[in-house]
């Protein structure tokens, strides 16, 4: 068949190239993602029943941001920078805990009410110049989805609710208001935040990399939709017993959203600077019970062998040998779509 005669429909779809690899080893980028992805952005950072009595406050890191979180004695949850308005001590450095109703700074000892406000500056003596109602914390904006936390630090924010609307219906009616945290982990990663996440996005490596879920799952369904900021993995489980559940999800700009037989896991992929990322698992249970052994069985071997592989991708970004691919139109849409939403935010 000649060119002239080939109809629209019979034309085969692009391979676009990809992120050149100076995406991934440039130190330079780091600065600029942190403030026009993760700031400009919905982040993770809890689940309700991490705060679930007045007084209880959880501190973390999103992107090189340290914030804190504390429900106050009105009950209301608030987050703040975890940054003293003094000379920038941490207000708390343990991870979590209940706190005397105040939020006290580490270094000169600032007390600040949980509503932010400056309630004393200790001994810090007589200065006209100076009314604590100019130095109450930074705030952070936070809105919450089906009992998960999220925190927005820029000033501009999109809709939540618009953003998580694809997965919203995609669980329909699933009922998640019994799942309390039942465990924690991390795992530290040698590679780029982008280099992570694009594996994820895709389930081309299965077969070849993960043999244990590859035998749960019929890959030859392994699908992956793109929706708005969305990215819907679905797989059909080989059996009805299967610890996978036959979906997990992205949510721009690093969120998993994985589901299991007996609640989920929440994955956190969170950028520690240009070179390294830390994956944070929060396993959410009925009832906030112990994780089912099979489930974590499954999930800290799939972990180690995208840990294997990512180490191993970014060392050979590293190299200098390569310079762009080709993304596959069958399996990599998510990828394109994420490369694509990366170069609108920071070009």
Request: hydrophobic fraction near 40%; proline fraction near 6%.
């Amino acid at each position: 068949m000649s060119a002239d005669n080939v109809k629209p429909q019979d034309a085969k779809p692009l391979a676009p190239k990809t992120a050149p690899a100076s995406w991934y080893v440039d130190p330079a980028r780091w600065e600029i993602e942190r403030q026009k992805v993760f700031a400009d952005n919905w982040q993770f950072l809890a689940h309700e029943s991490d705060l679930a009595e007045p007084r209880a406050w959880r501190a973390d890191v999103l992107a090189g941001f340290p914030v804190i979180l504390v429900r106050g004695d009105d009950g209301v949850i608030r987050a703040f920078h975890n940054v003293c308005r003094h000379r920038a001590g941490p207000l708390n450095i343990e991870e979590s805990g209940i706190c005397d109703g105040y939020l006290t700074c580490k270094y000169h000892g600032w007390k600040y009410a949980l509503d932010g406000r400056l309630r004393a500056a200790r001994d810090f003596g007589p200065a006209a110049d100076f009314d604590p109602r100019d130095f109450s914390l930074f705030p952070i904006e936070i809105e919450t989805w089906r009992g998960l936390i999220f925190a927005g630090i820029g000033e501009t924010l999109p809709s939540l609710a618009e953003q998580m609307a694809p997965l919203d219906a995609r669980l329909d009616d699933a009922d998640w208001s019994s799942l309390k945290v039942g465990l924690r982990r991390q795992h530290l990663l040698k590679c780029n935040w982008k280099t992570y996440v694009e594996n994820y996005l895709e389930g081309y490596h299965v077969p070849d990399v993960h043999p244990g879920l590859d035998a749960e799952i019929i890959a030859a369904e392994y699908k992956v939709t793109v929706e708005g900021k969305v990215a819907l993995h679905t797989a059909p489980p080989k059996s009805s017993d299967a610890v996978y559940d036959g979906l997990w999800a992205w949510v721009w700009p690093n969120i998993g959203v994985n589901v299991y037989n007996k609640g989920l896991m929440i994955e956190r992929m969170s950028p520690v600077g240009h070179h390294a990322t830390q994956l944070d698992y929060i396993y959410l249970t009925p009832g906030g019970v112990e994780v089912p052994d099979a489930t974590l069985a499954m999930s800290d071997q799939v972990t180690a062998e995208d840990r294997w592989i990512t180490e191993r991708v970014q060392q050979n970004l590293n190299a200098g040998v390569y310079e762009t691919g080709r993304l596959s139109p069958k399996h990599e849409v998510a990828v394109m779509a994420f490369q694509d939403r990366v170069r609108a935010a920071v070009g």
